[in-house]
């Protein structure tokens, strides 16, 4: 038995590296301790059957790190092959491209690629109707609060983006000769500090409460608008911005009485851009039918002309309720953003809205290359049973309602 002791011992000052080796010593101890009679002794075997144990647990540590290892090193080859065939393949593009186009232009490094995000809203009535009452009106909320609290929950949102574009529905002017109309909406032109403080860059100006002051009242509320660096485009006015050497251009068309005889100015603002040398096209419409959710037919004929023409995107609003989003020959089209920051209705018929954010990514020849959206789901209101006028951002099941609302008015789209 002693015999035994030592030849174990001896293999342990060598430092037993397999488990069965160290599984046998601890058998061979458990049965020495058993046979001996010296309590000092079993004692000492005892030390060494738990230094045995200690070895035996370090040993299968080891061995399932070395597994664990192979298994990350193998996983992480199979990911580096996959991606490279793909890649090689050309699988990895966006589908929003032509796949009959020529692929060598998508290949430019990331540093030559340029990132363009833009921002849309629906309809921004900055003032009231004077028939309304004055006590729960946009207007009475400026003199509360003042210009900065209306956009103050989408601000940052509005920051971080290249552009964002509003539709400027009423006037800001001081003229007091209203139209013979239901609704007529101004506000006071220093009603303009709702949106120079919020990161606004260009608004559509062709819609159906344009010119409820007359002529004067449009006139008042362009040259607002562009002192305050807002360009404003619709009707026969096109615009071409500037954002990090892309060109975007923008037209605005107001199609509600006049549906598709308003082909050609489609036509011709698109042509006009061109020769511009617009990089990026959007088409803004105001169109269809009030608290309608999905498109007429003249509002899906006009937007696929649009893109058929040359238009990379299509933008629209008037229903005052949300309306789908579709994709036609790779461009998106955005049938309604329904209302935004609205002085129109203490308590509108739908109060759920959303910014529309589209992604371009151009090449180093401006040509699109990937094309992404993000739609942001927001109240009119950060109150929930009226219109307080303060936009807001939704979050959690909110935010999952109204996303669902727009996926199954999109799903309609294709039924009508």
């Not at 608008?225 to 911005?241: C, D, H, S, T, W």
Request: overall charge negative; aromatic content about 8%.
């Amino acid at each position: 038995m002693r015999k035994e002791l030592r030849r174990i011992l001896k293999k342990m000052e060598w430092r037993m590296t397999s488990i069965s080796e160290l599984q046998r010593a601890d058998v061979i101890l458990k049965k020495l301790s058993v046979g001996m009679d010296e309590e000092e002794n079993r004692k000492k075997i005892k030390r060494v059957r738990s230094i045995l144990r200690r070895q035996k647990y370090l040993q299968r540590k080891k061995l399932y790190l070395r597994i664990m290892t192979a298994g990350a090193v193998l996983i992480l080859v199979l990911i580096i092959l996959t991606v490279s065939f793909f890649a090689h393949a050309g699988k990895i593009s966006d589908p929003s491209i032509d796949e009959t186009e020529d692929t060598s232009e998508t290949e430019y490094a990331d540093s030559e690629s340029i990132e363009l995000v833009m921002s849309f809203t629906g309809d921004c009535i900055l003032g009231t109707d004077e028939f309304f009452d004055w006590n729960t009106s946009l207007n009475a909320y400026h003199e509360a609060y003042g210009g900065a609290y209306f956009l103050d929950n989408v601000r940052d949102i509005f920051k971080k983006d290249d552009l964002t574009i509003i539709n400027m529905e009423g006037t800001l002017t001081e003229e007091s000769a209203r139209l013979e109309k239901q609704f007529a909406f101004k506000g006071p032109m220093e009603f303009i500090d709702i949106l120079s403080g919020s990161s606004i860059e260009a608004a559509n100006i062709a819609n159906n409460h344009s010119h409820d002051y007359g002529e004067k009242s449009f006139q008042d509320t362009v040259e607002l608008l562009e002192k305050n660096n807002i360009a404003p485009f619709g009707y026969e006015r096109v615009q071409v911005l500037d954002v990090k050497g892309i060109k975007v251009g923008f037209f605005g068309i107001y199609e509600l009485d006049d549906h598709l005889t308003r082909i050609p100015q489609v036509k011709e603002n698109i042509s006009t851009l061109k020769r511009q040398n617009a990089d990026v096209i959007v088409a803004v419409f105001h169109w269809g039918n009030e608290l309608e959710e999905v498109p007429d037919s003249n509002q899906t004929t006009l937007a696929h002309l649009a893109i058929d023409e040359g238009a990379d995107l299509v933008i629209g609003h008037h229903p005052h309720i949300l309306q789908g989003v579709e994709q036609y020959k790779g461009k998106n089209i955005a049938y309604s953003l329904g209302n935004f920051c609205f002085g129109g209705n203490t308590h509108p018929a739908e109060m759920d809205t959303m910014i529309f954010q589209q992604k371009f990514v151009l090449n180093s020849e401006k040509k699109i290359i990937e094309s992404e959206i993000n739609m942001i789901p927001c109240m009119v209101s950060s109150e929930v049973d009226f219109n307080n006028y303060q936009p807001t951002p939704m979050e959690g099941e909110e935010a999952q309602r109204i996303i669902e609302k727009i996926q199954m008015r999109s799903d309609a789209i294709a039924f009508f």
